[in-house]
């Protein structure tokens, strides 16, 4: 059974930083895309980032680009996701993904197994 466990959320200033992390248990880590997801309060979740496998490949959504950066340790079973200039409107539940393939997809039906989340308040 995969397990993944989210970390590192928290509340933060307008303006500044945070970086979320993934554990995922399985020998099989490294062969599966990632993705991060969010959901604010009465928001559906939203797609924010995605890794393929080795890392090669990665989408973001418009809100989070050039902001945002998703990054995969293979070895480490880990994935993160580096949030800079954070706003207000970043304020959500943040998930972790693994997909069912290795191929990164923006869809959340691509996503095979999800964390339980970690929270991040942004203040303004």
């Known amino acids: 059974q995969v397990q993944l466990v989210e970390s590192g959320g928290g509340l933060v200033q307008a303006g500044g930083s945070l970086r979320l992390s993934c554990a995922a248990s399985g020998r099989t880590f490294s062969t599966y895309a990632m993705g991060w997801f969010r959901q604010a309060p009465g928001k559906e979740r939203e797609f924010i980032a995605s890794?393929?496998?080795?890392?090669?490949?990665?989408y973001y959504a418009n809100p989070v680009k050039g902001r945002f950066t998703i990054s995969r340790d293979n070895a480490k079973n880990m994935v993160y996701l580096q949030m800079n200039s954070l706003k207000s409107e970043d304020a959500a539940v943040y998930y972790c993904?693994?997909?069912?393939?290795?191929?990164?997809?923006?869809?959340?039906?691509?996503?095979?197994?999800w964390g339980r989340g970690t929270r991040v308040t942004v203040a303004s």
């Open positions: 993904a693994r997909g069912f393939t290795p191929t990164a997809s923006t869809l959340t039906a691509s996503y095979e197994y």
């Open positions: 890794i393929s496998w080795g890392g090669g490949v990665t």
